[in-house]
């Protein structure tokens, strides 16, 4: 299986910037997103990118995070602005196993798939 390597994380104050970045061993043809889990939470998808550049996003993150993918460093990456301190939790990225079949709004939101997809450690992300 491919794996992730998820980087960028910190602590920052209410209202910085963070960019984390997920480098994956090899290209992946098939959506990739970010999630996030805060204690004692389920975890929750904020954003979602598919093969051609398409993207969405948790309305809770709309106009504040930017999702994108670098196709030649097999990078993935999640722009974080305005943060506030609900954002505070563990950030994943993660991947389709096998070939892609999700357009990046089911791989977001499709819960009942988390458990098929590929993730990456995590990396903590702390704003006060």
């Known amino acids: 299986d491919v794996q992730l390597v998820e980087s960028g994380g910190g602590s920052v104050q209410a209202g910085g910037s963070l960019k984390l970045s997920c480098e994956a061993s090899t290209y992946r043809y098939t959506s990739m997103g970010w999630f996030r889990q805060a204690p004692g939470k389920e975890r929750e998808g904020d954003a979602a990118?598919?093969?051609?550049?398409?993207?969405d996003y948790d309305d809770s993150v709309k106009g504040r995070f930017t999702i994108s993918r670098d196709k030649d460093k097999n990078t993935l990456y999640l722009q974080m602005n305005s943060l506030k301190p609900e954002d505070t939790a563990m950030y994943y990225c993660a991947t389709e196993r096998g070939s892609g079949v999700l357009g990046a709004k089911l791989f977001r939101t499709s819960e009942a798939a988390y458990g098929s997809y590929i993730w990456g450690v995590g990396t903590q992300v702390t704003v006060s």
């Open positions: 990118i598919d093969v051609d550049g398409f993207t």
